[in-house]
């Protein structure tokens, strides 16, 4: 008797705390909030990640904000990348996300098809997107639908140690046109000038970007624009083998270095430790490089291409974008932070780069003058991709949202020999196809 | 295994010699004390030397923070050393000063956390643990069974359960998720440590309270509490340095950054995407430290009152 | 000397424990007094602890990804568990790790606890520095120092050299990556050094000087006394050791930043969940691991239990 008593409550409470689960989990998709802006007090909220130095300049741009808009209270957080997302899967999965958020391609796709981003075209009269370039709007939308707004735009380039090649005297080719060969030649000369105390390059290997950028030098794409992987064995292939010469020629150091180097802070790479003279890097990065490495000349070179690659290869990536939670309770306010943040003069001349060089061209203007020689380097070298620039690739799609985390791991078996670059091509293709389907 | 007989079958159930007074061990031979201080010099040399390296091995990397600390940005890294050529103190006044609150108000919300944790966890665990050691009841296997299996879930599949629980109670952004808990006894690592503690008393000393007509609650607070010290302390000392430490229950229910502890807020000099400032990561790693070190250094004093101490008394 | 003449004033033959009047009560004579002591566990077990473990073992049924409402799938999981390279991986790592470096820190800390335990000058000072590397935790400081230590050319292979040895990338080798992070582990033995300081401050000082007297030897004493009467506090180290090292996260999260790499070599079993559950919003998967990994852990802790009346020894 007692214990029927006890299994019943015992049930009661299994029960209770399923459905407490998934009823919070129906929430996710149903925004209820005006598409106008309203005259009464409102607070609304905003995430990002980022380090100090950002935390100041956007709770300084949330102060202009509030003083334009008295009856509106923006609560700012900041967090740092790894615990960002995980508070974000976790107060979204909660029911609880903020209003505003900050974003990263890489998982865009992943959000918003599962309903937990507002459709920013609602509020098109508030938040204006019309000055940014069709190709950069467009990878801020999914199956034509906006969902967040680029910020900054980054493109990958390699960095390179002037300093440690003026040292050896080593000197560049026009960089402009340079081939992947010129590249392979310069970075065995830097390791045969050291007499191997340092070496040329820290190859590719394990991000999406440089593959992305690999692959459409022949054509080919990482995934289509319904989101499936259209990535090509042969390209992959190819790409690890590159990586793999470089290892072999003695121009990039060993498996182990390189594995050292895939979870190292920018202060511990080698570029700012001086243990090679090129990195790839998104160009964004460059200024923070430059701040860990204080005692060497660096700079930005865009990515070598290939004889007969296919024009137009370039592309430009928006490096974050603002998104609004299709939960939130006051998406119009929330639009006009968006809005504030992305078109307002006195935030493009406020934010600078810290966020990449911005999306917004107008911005870009407001900002040339102020520049630092980082920052110009960096924007010398956007404007020329954006010159040779070509269609968009298909944001990362729903369940590839790890698929630079898979990507370093192969390159890893690759380095370390484990396997063949033809065989990790094999099954990396086989990996991300299925969990693209799996998700969908 | 023949060790086993020898084992099972332990000293204490031979009190057969009293144990010596103070005057007996002052009447030993003299020659006999001497060549015993000797050998005993000797050996504690010995234990010294041995400590010294080790604790040396321990240290190193503590030294190394609050030497980093004092350098320069840009000088810390391939820098394993810890002479100091620069005596920079710019990052401690640089990273107290960098984010929204001066970093003393982070070490205050912290402080407020361990505080609550750890009366929570003193009272209720120790609550627990006494029942479980030393009552009869109904369903005691089964409930000591599921108090150690809840402990066996890693933290990241329960934690969006949780937290849908918190946010219904309302409860987010505030210290309750990270407090209350600690009051209902859900941290069964302390209630095992305390049964232990407890089950190394002699059964007699209760029974023959229980006889002179105690009922539980005194024989817990009068008698048990007091020879349960050491246990007290290690899980006030402990949950001091873990709720101190503690980094995703932090993160997660509290969202106002001037409610952040200090444990969030220093990682908010380092972010994998953006500039980072490691000099004043390194500054308030040291000055959060402090605390801690401090708080172990005082309440290890408190480890050394076992029945040995109050027996004496 | 008060409680202890007492306790032996008391101390009866075997057999004869207790006076029959108490003998003869119910088995659950405690049942009131229980319920009022254990009745803040039971509230925090019923309101906060149980309802997250019953949804995490649901949800392990089901196709959860975080944002959409969870798809019963049966034993779908189960089945997935079964062919997944990658969590048989990360299985054999978490084993090696749990079978290398539970008893090696538990020896180092006992023998540490006991050469601390009493007699030497400046005692508590040692006790603070030995304990100093369990403070610093999760640190991020000290995935940098790591690093500067093990890395390729770091202050560990600076040493190797004076001898003419090249050290390997210790940390960023798949080879040594484990065995690093084993050091690490063993390192932080401050938790248990201080449960079996604690456990020794409750083991009569005269039990010794009585065995002293009889001229048993310090290994003797430390073979009849010490060990016998410690046995509950190792046991209790040992459970919580080998629960704690099944759980380790956040050593290895730090040092391999969250990869679990080099090519999985630190991929351990919460690792590989943490990814799933967060990285790949496989929450419906990732607890289907973390429910195996109950019962893993349940299994062991069961054989300790089983085990322990063998050799853990208690007064009542």
């Known amino acids: ?440 | 295994m023949t060790d086993q007989q020898t084992v099972s079958r332990p000293a204490p159930t031979h009190p057969a010699r009293p144990p010596l007074t103070d005057e007996e061990r002052r009447s030993r031979g003299a020659a006999e004390r001497a060549a015993l201080l000797r050998r005993q010099r000797l050996a504690s040399i010995g234990k010294h030397v041995g400590l010294i390296l080790l604790g040396l091995l321990m240290l190193y990397p503590v030294l190394w923070m609050v030497v980093s600390s004092l350098r320069p940005n840009g000088h810390i890294f391939g820098n394993p050393g810890l002479l100091l050529d620069t005596f920079a103190t710019q990052n401690y006044t640089k990273g107290w000063n960098a984010l929204a609150q001066p970093f003393g108000s982070y070490l205050l919300n912290s402080a407020i956390i361990v505080f609550g944790s750890i009366v929570g966890n003193v009272v209720t665990c120790s609550l627990a643990a006494y029942a479980f050691a030393r009552l009869r009841f109904r369903f005691k296997r089964l409930s000591f069974a599921a108090m150690l299996v809840t402990m066996m879930l890693p933290i990241h599949v329960l934690i969006i359960p949780q937290y849908v629980l918190f946010a219904q109670l309302g409860w987010i952004n505030t210290y309750l998720p990270l407090i209350v808990p600690k009051f209902l006894a859900t941290d069964g690592f302390f209630i095992f440590l305390m049964v232990q503690f407890i089950r190394g008393i002699p059964k007699e000393l209760d029974e023959a309270a229980r006889i002179d007509g105690a009922g539980h609650l005194r024989i817990f607070v009068q008698l048990m509490l007091p020879l349960m010290t050491p246990a007290l302390a290690t899980t006030a000392i402990f949950t001091f340095i873990w709720t101190w430490n503690d980094f995703f229950g932090q993160l997660i229910y509290v969202t106002d950054p001037d409610k952040y502890t200090a444990s969030v807020a220093l990682r908010s000099f380092v972010d994998s995407q953006s500039q980072s400032d490691y000099g004043a990561l390194f500054a308030m790693s040291v000055v959060t430290l402090l605390p801690v070190f401090l708080a172990f250094l005082f309440g290890q004093r408190f480890l050394l009152r076992g029945i040995a101490t109050t027996g004496g008394k | 000397m008060s409680a202890l003449n007492e306790l032996r004033a008391l101390k009866v033959p075997k057999g004869q424990k207790g006076t029959p009047a108490l003998r003869n009560k119910s088995e659950f004579r405690d049942n009131k007094a229980a319920a009022l002591f254990l009745a803040p566990w039971i509230i925090g077990f019923l309101a906060i602890t149980l309802g997250p473990v019953i949804v995490s073992l649901y949800l392990s049924f089901t196709d959860y990804n975080l944002l959409q409402n969870p798809n019963f799938t049966g034993l779908e999981n189960a089945q997935r568990m079964l062919e997944d390279p990658r969590l048989h991986q990360s299985l054999g790592v978490t084993l090696i790790y749990v079978v290398v470096s539970v008893p090696v820190q538990l020896i180092v800390a006992l023998a540490i606890a006991v050469l601390l335990d009493r007699g030497l000058r400046g005692l508590s000072f040692y006790r603070s520095i030995l304990y100093l590397p369990s403070l610093l935790g999760g640190s991020v400081a000290i995935a940098v120092l790591w690093r500067l230590v093990f890395g390729t050319s770091g202050l560990v292979n600076a040493l190797l050299a004076v001898f003419g040895i090249t050290g390997p990338g210790w940390i960023s080798s798949p080879d040594t990556a484990l065995s690093t992070l084993i050091i690490l582990h063993v390192w932080t033995f401050g938790a248990p050094m201080v449960i079996f300081l604690a456990g020794l401050r409750q083991i009569p000082r005269q039990y010794y000087e009585a065995a002293s007297t009889d001229g048993a030897s310090r290994l003797r004493q430390f073979r009849s006394i010490t060990l016998p009467l410690l046995s509950p506090i190792i046991f209790f180290n040992l459970v919580l050791g080998i629960i704690g090292a099944f759980q380790s996260f956040t050593q290895a999260y730090v040092v391999s930043n969250g990869s679990g790499g080099p090519s999985d070599s630190t991929l351990f079993i919460t690792l590989y969940l943490y990814q799933k559950g967060f990285g790949s919003f496989q929450m419906g998967y990732a607890s289907a691991i973390a429910w195996l990994l109950l019962i893993i852990i349940a299994g062991a802790t069961a054989i300790n239990f089983w085990a322990s009346k063998y050799w853990v020894f208690y007064d009542d």
């Not at chain 1, 009464?40 to 950002?54: Q, Y």
């Not at chain 1, 370039?133 to 939308?141: D, F, H, L, N, V």
């Not at chain 1, 259209?230 to 990039?252: C, N, P, R, T």
Request: with cysteine; hydrophobic share 40%.
């Open chain 1, 1 to 440: 008797m007692k214990s029927t008593i006890h299994s019943r409550v015992l049930g009661g409470i299994a029960a209770a705390a399923v459905s407490m689960l998934i009823l919070s989990g129906c929430a996710v998709g149903g925004g209820d909030g005006s598409t106008t802006l309203s005259d009464k007090p409102v607070t609304i909220s905003l995430n990002w990640w980022g380090a100090a130095a950002r935390d100041k300049l956007t709770r300084t741009a949330i102060d202009l904000f509030e003083k334009k808009h008295p009856n509106i209270t923006v609560k700012g957080q900041s967090t740092e990348w790894a615990g960002y997302w995980d508070k974000l899967a976790t107060t979204v999965a909660g029911g609880q996300a903020p209003d505003v958020m900050q974003f990263d391609q890489l998982y865009l796709a992943s959000y918003a098809q599962r309903g937990a981003l507002a459709d920013l075209d609602k509020y098109s009269k508030i938040l204006d997107t019309s000055d940014l370039p069709a190709s950069i709007r467009g990878q801020g939308q999914l199956k034509d639908t906006m969902y967040g707004v680029p910020i900054g735009l980054v493109t990958t380039g390699i960095i390179v140690n002037r300093t440690m090649l003026d040292k050896y005297g080593i000197s560049l080719p026009d960089t402009d046109s340079w081939t992947w060969d010129d590249l392979a030649g310069i970075a065995q000369a830097v390791t045969k000038a050291s007499g191997g105390s340092v070496h040329g390059i820290n190859p590719f290997g394990g991000d999406t970007p440089s593959l992305t950028l690999w692959a459409r030098q022949y054509g080919n794409e990482l995934y289509d624009k319904s989101g499936n992987v259209v990535l090509k064995e042969s390209v992959l292939e190819s790409y690890w083998q590159y990586m793999l010469d470089q290892i072999k020629s003695g121009a990039a150091p060993g498996a182990s270095q390189l594995a050292e180097g895939a979870s190292a802070t920018i202060d511990q790479s080698d570029i700012a430790t001086g243990k090679t003279a090129m990195t790839f890097q998104p160009s964004a990065v460059l200024t923070a490089f430059q701040a860990a490495a204080p005692d060497k000349k660096l700079d930005l070179l865009p990515l070598p291409s290939r004889k007969g690659a296919h024009k137009g290869y370039q592309y430009l990536k928006p490096s974050m974008y603002w998104t609004i939670s299709s939960k939130s309770k006051h998406p119009a306010e929330a639009a006009e932070l968006i809005d504030f943040l992305t078109t307002d003069p006195e935030v493009g001349k406020l934010f600078g780069t810290e966020r990449g060089t911005p999306a917004n061209p107008a911005f870009q203007k407001a900002i040339a003058p102020k520049l630092s020689p980082t920052d110009v380097i960096v924007s010398d070298v956007i404007s020329k991709a954006t010159a040779i620039a070509g269609d968009a690739p298909a944001i990362t799609p729903v369940g590839a949202g790890d698929s630079d985390t898979i990507l370093g791991r192969y390159s890893q078996d690759v380095q370390f020999g484990k396997k063949t670059p033809k065989e990790a091509a094999k099954e990396f293709i086989a990996d991300l196809t299925k969990a693209v389907k799996d998700a969908k």
